[in-house]
């Protein structure tokens, strides 16, 4: 199992960066895909990004790509979300997930696909 923690969420005018963290507890973070997703107020929860368990691997929604950048420290066990050129639109709750993966390239961009959710984290950009 693998429980996950977000950080790093605030508030940030518009066209600032912000980057959010993700810790996950466990000695086998480096087999867990991971991805980001976010639930803004009034609408479903959709994907942001996600990594494969090597790192080598990420896929983004289409209308983040450019800004929003996942990374991965597996000796950290720490994934992270670089978000830059915040739009008022980008006002969410950020969630963190994690699933193991079937093969160090396992990629996963499916809410039903990951098991462990964490808390969220709260980013509020102004304009």
């Known amino acids: 199992q693998v429980q996950v923690v977000e950080s790093g969420g605030g508030l940030v005018q518009a066209g600032g960066p912000l980057r959010l963290s993700c810790a996950a507890s466990?000695?086998?973070?480096?087999?867990?895909?991971m991805g980001w997703f976010r639930q803004a107020p009034g609408k479903e929860r959709e994907f942001v990004a996600a990594?494969?368990?090597?790192?080598?691997?990420?896929y983004y929604a289409d209308s983040l790509k450019g800004r929003f950048t996942i990374s991965r420290d597996n000796a950290k066990t720490t994934v992270y979300l670089q978000m830059n050129s915040l739009k008022p639109e980008d006002t969410a709750v950020y969630y963190c997930a994690a699933r193991y993966g079937l093969s160090s390239g396992s990629i996963y961009p499916k809410e039903n696909d990951y098991g462990y959710w964490g808390q969220g984290t709260q980013v509020t950009v102004s304009s």
């Open positions: 466990g000695r086998t973070f480096s087999s867990y895909a």
């Open positions: 990594i494969s368990p090597s790192g080598a691997r990420t």
